[in-house]
């Protein structure tokens, strides 16, 4: 088995850091992510690109910890010089080796169901709903070969409905880190017809309402800067009494947050895609927004207070 090239890899996880620091995961992510990559290239994967394994490592080692916000494969190629097939190819092959769990047809959705269900907020109604769903559908064993956490994403989506929770499909893909599509696609299939859910468009949360909940949001928690994305799932984990039976859209956030910003209650600091001109970040290039921006505002933006960018910007 040829010896691993030590310059090389280290050159590898200062890339790996970089993009983990984009997607901002934690530092316990980066060090499991380093040690199996370093396990797959001595004894697996020896001949093949050392970014490329490093890389799918981290977006693995990401995906199994559910701490972590949602990172998709089209985003994460995103930041790589890699395609997304390719990753998901290799990705693949080291669930393959490195999970001690089931197969994909075998894994209960109960598992994802009782986990996101908390992280919605979700009434016990809600999630006695989602949980008989998704038990149902290990029983019948009706979505083979189907991702699990796609079926508990549809589960809580018809619970969801069924209750008044107000959680959309939006919300819950976001927070999942799936496409809609592919809850719409489950959630056609005849097991669910035969339910026959009646699908509500839930009433948006009230500006006012959302906008005195976010600035108490900060305090409760003792933090001192998120991230948009967070912004939507932290509030629904947190008010879910105050919003149950509301959806909150994601373009209203973003307005709600622009306003804060104007009145200068919060500062935002630009996402690392985002090519609006800030002087600190594009050099004043156009002021096009990009594809993840809503109202001006990026969804990989950091929301902070105040005195903490005082702070900050000193160091």
Same mark, same amino acid.
């Given at each position: 088995?040829?010896? @691993? ?7 590898? *996880? =200062?890339?790996?850091? !970089? ?20 396990? %797959?290239? #001595? ?20 995906? +199994? ?6 990172? $998709? ?9 890699? &395609? ?11 669930? &393959?080796?490195?999970?001690? +769990? ?30 008989? /769903? ?21 589960? %809580?989506? *018809? ?30 299939? #005849? ?13 948006? &949360?009230?500006?006012?309402?959302? /906008? ?8 409760? $928690? ?18 879910? !009494? ?24 919060? =500062? ?16 004043? +290039?156009? @002021? ?8 001006? *505002?990026?969804?990989?933006? /950091?929301?902070? %207070?105040?005195? +903490? *960018? !005082?702070?900050? $910007?000193?160091?």
């Amino acid at each position: 088995m040829p010896e @691993i090239n030590e310059k090389k890899f280290s050159e590898t *996880v =200062i890339l790996m850091k !970089d993009t983990a620091k984009h997607f901002e995961l934690s530092k316990h992510i980066i060090e499991k992510a380093t040690e199996l990559s370093r396990k %797959l290239l #001595e004894n697996i994967f020896p001949r093949h690109p050392y970014s490329l394994v490093a890389l799918t490592s981290l977006l693995y080692t990401a995906r +199994r910890d559910l701490s972590c916000p949602a990172v $998709t494969f089209r985003d994460f190629a995103e930041t790589t010089p890699y &395609a997304k097939d390719e990753i998901r190819r290799l990705f693949n092959k080291i669930a &393959a080796i490195e999970d001690k +769990r089931p197969p994909v047809c075998i894994i209960r959705p109960v598992i994802y169901v009782e986990e996101y269900g908390e992280r919605l907020g979700f009434s016990k109604k809600a999630l006695d709903c989602a949980l008989a /769903l998704a038990k149902e559908i290990s029983q019948k064993r009706v979505f083979q070969g189907k991702r699990t956490l796609v079926l508990a994403s549809a589960c %809580l989506f *018809v619970a969801s409905h069924s209750a008044g929770e107000g959680s959309t499909q939006g919300e819950i893909a976001n927070l999942c880190g799936i496409s809609t599509a592919s809850i719409r696609r489950v959630t056609r299939h #005849e097991f669910f017809e035969k339910k026959n859910i009646k699908y509500k468009v839930f009433k948006p &949360a009230d500006e006012e309402l959302l /906008l005195s909940l976010i600035l108490k949001a900060f305090p409760q $928690t003792n933090q001192t800067e998120i991230t948009f994305s967070q912004l939507r799932p932290n509030l629904r984990y947190m008010y879910s !009494d105050k919003l149950r039976g509301f959806s909150i859209p994601i373009t209203r956030l973003g307005s709600i947050t622009k306003e804060l910003e104007d009145e200068n209650l919060v =500062i935002l600091v630009p996402g690392p895609k985002c090519p609006r001109p800030w002087p600190h970040f594009s050099g004043g +290039r156009g @002021i096009s927004k990009c594809k993840l921006c809503y109202e001006e *505002v990026c969804q990989g933006s /950091l929301i902070r %207070l105040p005195d +903490r *960018v !005082d702070s900050t $910007t000193s160091k």
